[in-house]
């Protein structure tokens, strides 16, 4: 159907990949894009480049190491670096995305500022260790 479309939700926290959803919202305004059309790598870059900073969350349906670290990953993400933008994708269902950024195991988080990668954890990750590693460059650039 030509009204079937996907939603992207985008704050100033946080950007969500929705399936099977209507609309989404970027920058305070609403726009629509066809059921399926997922975010490119193009769009992506884009968006690394334009941010003071950028957290890529890869994770995948079936981990649960994951989905058990991504609530926390957002709330201290959420309340210490409230300008870095938060995105969150399945590295299945963005495999193009996962191969380009070298995506080998789940979870990992890329941190980008100011266009570059900064900090990469996978797999095993310390949320106390890179939280430490952000603040004093995340302060530098955000004064």
Known sequence: MDNEYTIFIRNRKDLYAYKNSDYYIEDEKLKFKKKGTKMTLEELQTTIREEV????????????????????????????????????????????????????????????????????????VSLHQLTEQLKRPYGMMTE
């Not at 649960?64 to 409230?82: D, Q, S, T, W």
């Not at 500022?113 to 954890?121: H, V």
């Open 53 to 124: 900073g950028v957290l890529l969350y890869f994770s995948g349906e079936h981990c649960n190491v994951c989905h058990a670290l991504r609530p926390k990953f957002k709330e201290v993400f959420a309340k210490e670096f409230p300008q870095l933008k938060q995105i969150y994708l399945d590295a299945q269902e963005y495999a193009e995305i996962s191969a380009h950024y070298s995506v080998l195991s789940l979870p990992t988080m890329l941190v980008f500022m100011d266009g570059k990668e900064f900090a990469r954890e996978g797999r095993s």
